[in-house]
C-alpha cells in the first residue's frame, strides 16, 4: 500500500506522547538479527491496537525508529551498477528505475514499532510500495554485483577451486 508515512510518523509521536509508554529512539533496521515476530500489518494495520497488545502484554517501553529516504540510497546503487557488467539497456532501464524514485527523496520510507516480551521482539512496521519497489531494484543490483544469476547460481569460477 502507498502510504504517507510523514503524516503517520507524526501521528504515531503524539499517540505515543500521552501513552504513558517511555518511548526508546531507535536505529531503522536495528533489531535485524533479534528473534522477532511482524505484527500482520496487511490485515490489522492500526498501530494503536499494536500498541494495546504492548500494553497488555506488560511492556513499559517500545522502540519506535523512521527512516528517511535519501539521494545516497539510490546514488550507492548508481555506483555499484558499475560494477555489474549490465548490457547498456538493463543497466538504462535500472538507472530509469531509480530516477523515478527521486521524487521521494527526503519522504519518511520506513516506520518500526517493537516491544520486547519472553526474549522475542514483537515488531509492527510499515513501508510504502514504492520503497519496496527500491528494495527490489536493490536486490537484484546486489545479485548481480555478487556474480549470481537469475537462478540463483554463481557465475564465478564455479567449480575451478581447490579445497586444499
Known sequence: MDLN???????MLDYLAGSGLAVF???????EGMPMVLW???????YQMFLEV???A???MVVFAAR??????IDDLLGQLDDCGLERDERRDYEKR??????YLGVTCSIELAFDYH??????????????????????????????????????LGGYFSNN
Not at 508515512?5 to 501521528?11: A, C, H, I, V
Not at 529512539?25 to 533489531?31: R, T
Not at 500482520?40 to 492500526?46: K, N, Q, Y
Open 54 to 56: 504492548a500494553r497488555k
Open 98 to 103: 531509480l530516477r523515478e524514485l527521486r521524487p
Open 5 to 11: 508515512l510523514d503524516t503517520l510518523k507524526r501521528e
Open 119 to 156: 526474549l522475542r521482539m514483537y515488531v509492527y512496521e510499515l513501508q510504502p510500495d514504492w520503497y519496496e519497489e527500491f528494495l527490489e531494484i536493490e536486490d537484484e543490483i546486489v545479485a548481480h554485483v555478487s556474480g549470481e544469476n537469475e537462478d540463483g547460481e554463481d557465475d564465478g
Open 25 to 31: 529512539y531507535g536505529s531503522p533496521g536495528g533489531l
Open 68 to 73: 528517511e529516504f535519501e539521494a545516497s540510497d
Open 40 to 46: 500482520d500489518t496487511e490485515r490489522h494495520p492500526d
Open 58 to 60: 506488560g511492556a513499559s
